[in-house]
């Protein structure tokens, strides 16, 4: 923890704002991640280290590849090629579920809240390395009962934090998108994940939710945890970032803290097209 | 009117055999559908792997009953769950669907072929297999039992069965207040969620294959040794598809809903059938309407009839709750 705790931006003392520059503390790396579609190359990066402890924003016009790479840095999707190396593992090859349990944990875009679970059952289920997730010990209670005693202990504070509470036991089926991104957060944590990954989190959030949002995600990296973002939103992106990272057809076009961004030409030009002050000429193309 | 006999025999369709087969096939479905969100459309062969199981451990290969117990308890399903399962599971759910309608009737003709007489008895199938249960029997067999609906043999498979079905019932309530069970419902809700936190769905889904696949196989097997057969034609695809409405009719994700939906499924056919029946001898149905040779079609319509209402009235089933389904439209 920093004693000014709204900004980590003293751990990227020395990086220079440029593409695929290196970190002083990389918890995450790629390589030469490539991705494509039949002809259509959606991701194509050279290299990229996410700084531990911080909070970096990974934004980009619309189709510019971010969820897809977002996808192959979480492994819920297989690159063509190129490498990822999460705090020292290799992620080639390895199932989306062991990522998990390496200790980075990612949501979704579209929350994926359980409906028809209660919603102390999907925090629940967060809780790792489960004795009473065999067939066999399930049968004999004895054997997972205090471990389910701990896990809910724990979720039940997770709950209070993200001020859930009253909800414990209804259908999660029945909150409200904002709450079910909170509870999306809140179960992810019961991983005790060391990164968290968060596509799109402020995506149908209302504004009053918002900064609560704001707030939990703050409070992640308070904690020591590392977070990376996909988002739209450039409030969100100013406010809370220490680093963002820029993608446009693919590619990695820009890095920097949040104040370099919004300067710089290669961003503006991605996100407005290259002419964007020039008259058009027709003729030229 | 026999009314005496109208209720003995919807009595018997309640708790007898049929019930006994088609709760534990349910049961099954229950395990893959209900609470794992899988879609087997084949339920037949899981039944099947039982009754063969057995049948021919004892029949073909002249082992004794025991191992043909665990041939057609354990061996056989948990060999035709991975065979269906390694290539599918990773798939979308469809899949799988395909996969095991396509297997259960691959195994009904591939059972019944003249060139396999020899293992399978072709079409005429096994019989005979099952005297090692029977010397077990502690009932009289020229005597009738429970209010007269049993004799002797029928009351033993009867007996086993009901206890079959009170310790799978057993298993299932309780892994699914386990954390095993709450992963496979967190599977069933969604998939790539239950990835996300760290747990192998695959893995998880394949374990729900079998152990439904074993509840089938339970099923196929009582079906087997109640009629000392197994044959080709007691695995047709609608037996399958008999589970699946004894599943609906109770209640998906129940423990209950899939004993109730049999029970009530072949109360109902059995009263239908001695009623109707009934009706025609006693001319209040009208030979020009219906004969004494159609009662066993119009049943079925009137079923049909009975599941067309419940999807409208209550899409839960009997015993599911309408706050769980009202959440599938959100």
């Given at each position: 923890?920093?004693?000014?705790?709204?900004?980590?931006?003293?751990?990227?003392?020395?990086?220079?704002?440029?593409?695929?520059?290196?970190?002083?503390?990389?918890?995450?790396?790629?390589?030469?991640?490539?991705?494509?579609?039949?002809?259509?190359?959606?991701?194509?990066?050279?290299?990229?280290?996410?700084?531990?402890?911080?909070?970096?924003?990974?934004?980009?016009?619309?189709?510019?590849?971010?969820?897809?790479?977002?996808?192959?840095?979480?492994?819920?999707?297989?690159?063509?090629?190129?490498?990822?190396?999460?705090?020292?593992?290799?992620?080639?090859?390895?199932?989306?579920?062991?990522?998990?349990?390496?200790?980075?944990?990612?949501?979704?875009?579209?929350?994926?809240?359980?409906?028809?679970?209660?919603?102390?059952?999907?925090?629940?289920?967060?809780?790792?390395?489960?004795?009473?997730?065999?067939?066999?010990?399930?049968?004999?209670?004895?054997?997972?009962?205090?471990?389910?005693?701990?896990?809910?202990?724990?979720?039940?504070?997770?709950?209070?934090?993200?001020?859930?509470?009253?909800?414990?036991?209804?259908?999660?089926?029945?909150?409200?998108?904002?709450?079910?991104?909170?509870?999306?957060?809140?179960?992810?944590?019961?991983?005790?994940?060391?990164?968290?990954?968060?596509?799109?989190?402020?995506?149908?959030?209302?504004?009053?939710?918002?900064?609560?949002?704001?707030?939990?995600?703050?409070?992640?990296?308070?904690?020591?945890?590392?977070?990376?973002?996909?988002?739209?939103?450039?409030?969100?992106?100013?406010?809370?970032?220490?680093?963002?990272?820029?993608?446009?057809?693919?590619?990695?076009?820009?890095?920097?803290?949040?104040?370099?961004?919004?300067?710089?030409?290669?961003?503006?030009?991605?996100?407005?097209?290259?002419?964007?002050?020039?008259?058009?000429?027709?003729?030229?193309? | 009117?026999?009314?005496?006999?109208?209720?003995?025999?919807?009595?018997?369709?309640?708790?007898?055999?049929?019930?006994?087969?088609?709760?534990?096939?349910?049961?099954?479905?229950?395990?893959?559908?209900?609470?794992?969100?899988?879609?087997?459309?084949?339920?037949?062969?899981?039944?099947?792997?039982?009754?063969?199981?057995?049948?021919?451990?004892?029949?073909?290969?002249?082992?004794?009953?025991?191992?043909?117990?665990?041939?057609?308890?354990?061996?056989?399903?948990?060999?035709?769950?991975?065979?269906?399962?390694?290539?599918?599971?990773?798939?979308?759910?469809?899949?799988?669907?395909?996969?095991?309608?396509?297997?259960?009737?691959?195994?009904?003709?591939?059972?019944?072929?003249?060139?396999?007489?020899?293992?399978?008895?072709?079409?005429?199938?096994?019989?005979?297999?099952?005297?090692?249960?029977?010397?077990?029997?502690?009932?009289?067999?020229?005597?009738?039992?429970?209010?007269?609906?049993?004799?002797?043999?029928?009351?033993?498979?009867?007996?086993?069965?009901?206890?079959?079905?009170?310790?799978?019932?057993?298993?299932?309530?309780?892994?699914?207040?386990?954390?095993?069970?709450?992963?496979?419902?967190?599977?069933?809700?969604?998939?790539?969620?239950?990835?996300?936190?760290?747990?192998?769905?695959?893995?998880?889904?394949?374990?729900?294959?079998?152990?439904?696949?074993?509840?089938?196989?339970?099923?196929?097997?009582?079906?087997?040794?109640?009629?000392q057969s197994a044959q080709p034609q007691n695995f047709i695809t609608d037996v399958t598809f008999f589970a699946w409405v004894a599943l609906i009719l109770g209640g998906?994700?129940?423990?209950?809903?899939?004993?109730?939906?049999?029970?009530?499924?072949?109360?109902?056919?059995?009263?239908?059938?001695?009623?109707?029946?009934?009706?025609?001898?006693?001319?209040?149905?009208?030979?020009?309407?219906?004969?004494?040779?159609?009662?066993?079609?119009?049943?079925?319509?009137?079923?049909?009839?009975?599941?067309?209402?419940?999807?409208?009235?209550?899409?839960?089933?009997?015993?599911?709750?309408?706050?769980?389904?009202?959440?599938?439209?959100?």
């Open positions: 923890m920093t004693a000014d705790s709204s900004n980590a931006q003293h751990l990227f003392d020395g990086v220079p704002f440029e593409p695929g520059t290196s970190k002083n503390d990389p918890i995450l790396v790629a390589d030469n991640v490539r991705r494509a579609f039949g002809g259509l190359v959606a991701v194509d990066v050279e290299h990229l280290e996410v700084q531990r402890g911080a909070i970096t924003a990974l934004i980009g016009p619309n189709g510019a590849g971010k969820t897809t790479f977002f996808n192959l840095l979480t492994n819920f999707d297989e690159p063509d090629t190129g490498s990822r190396v999460f705090e020292g593992n290799d992620l080639s090859g390895v199932s989306a579920y062991k990522v998990a349990n390496l200790g980075m944990v990612r949501t979704f875009q579209l929350t994926k809240s359980l409906s028809k679970m209660t919603v102390i059952d999907n925090m629940r289920l967060g809780g790792t390395g489960q004795a009473g997730e065999s067939f066999f010990r399930a049968l004999f209670p004895f054997m997972w009962r205090r471990q389910e005693a701990e896990i809910t202990e724990r979720a039940d504070a997770l709950l209070e934090r993200f001020k859930l509470s009253h909800m414990r036991d209804e259908f999660a089926g029945t909150l409200s998108g904002g709450q079910r991104k909170l509870l999306e957060m809140a179960r992810a944590l019961m991983v005790k994940p060391n990164m968290v990954m968060l596509d799109e989190p402020m995506a149908g959030v209302n504004p009053a939710l918002k900064q609560s949002l704001l707030e939990h995600v703050k409070g992640l990296r308070d904690e020591g945890m590392t977070v990376l973002f996909v988002e739209h939103d450039m409030d969100m992106v100013q406010e809370i970032s220490d680093w963002v990272v820029v993608m446009a057809e693919g590619r990695i076009i820009a890095e920097g803290p949040p104040a370099s961004i919004a300067s710089n030409q290669a961003v503006v030009d991605a996100y407005l097209g290259s002419h964007h002050d020039s008259a058009l000429d027709l003729e030229a193309d | 009117m026999d009314w005496g006999a109208i209720v003995q025999n919807s009595f018997r369709g309640f708790i007898g055999e049929p019930f006994i087969y088609f709760s534990l096939a349910a049961m099954g479905l229950n395990m893959h559908y209900g609470y794992t969100g899988l879609l087997n459309f084949g339920q037949a062969v899981f039944m099947a792997a039982g009754a063969y199981g057995l049948s021919m451990a004892v029949v073909t290969l002249g082992l004794n009953f025991w191992w043909g117990l665990l041939l057609g308890i354990v061996v056989f399903p948990l060999l035709l769950a991975l065979i269906m399962g390694i290539p599918t599971l990773r798939l979308r759910a469809d899949y799988l669907a395909i996969v095991t309608i396509a297997a259960s009737e691959m195994f009904r003709i591939i059972a019944r072929s003249p060139s396999l007489d020899r293992w399978t008895g072709s079409s005429d199938g096994l019989t005979a297999f099952a005297n090692t249960f029977y010397d077990f029997n502690p009932f009289d067999k020229q005597k009738r039992y429970f209010f007269g609906l049993f004799i002797g043999n029928q009351m033993w498979v009867v007996l086993v069965g009901w206890i079959v079905l009170s310790l799978v019932a057993l298993i299932v309530w309780m892994t699914m207040r386990s954390p095993w069970g709450r992963v496979l419902r967190a599977i069933r809700e969604d998939e790539d969620a239950a990835r996300s936190l760290g747990k192998n769905a695959y893995s998880f889904k394949m374990q729900s294959l079998m152990i439904g696949g074993i509840f089938g196989a339970l099923g196929g097997m009582f079906r087997a040794i109640g009629t998906a994700a129940k423990v209950g809903g899939p004993i109730a939906g049999a029970a009530i499924l072949y109360g109902i056919l059995n009263f239908t059938d001695v009623f109707l029946r009934q009706l025609v001898e006693n001319d209040y149905i009208p030979e020009s309407v219906m004969d004494g040779t159609q009662v066993g079609q119009v049943r079925f319509m009137l079923i049909g009839l009975g599941l067309i209402l419940l999807a409208v009235y209550r899409p839960q089933g009997i015993f599911g709750t309408k706050e769980e389904m009202a959440l599938d439209d959100r």
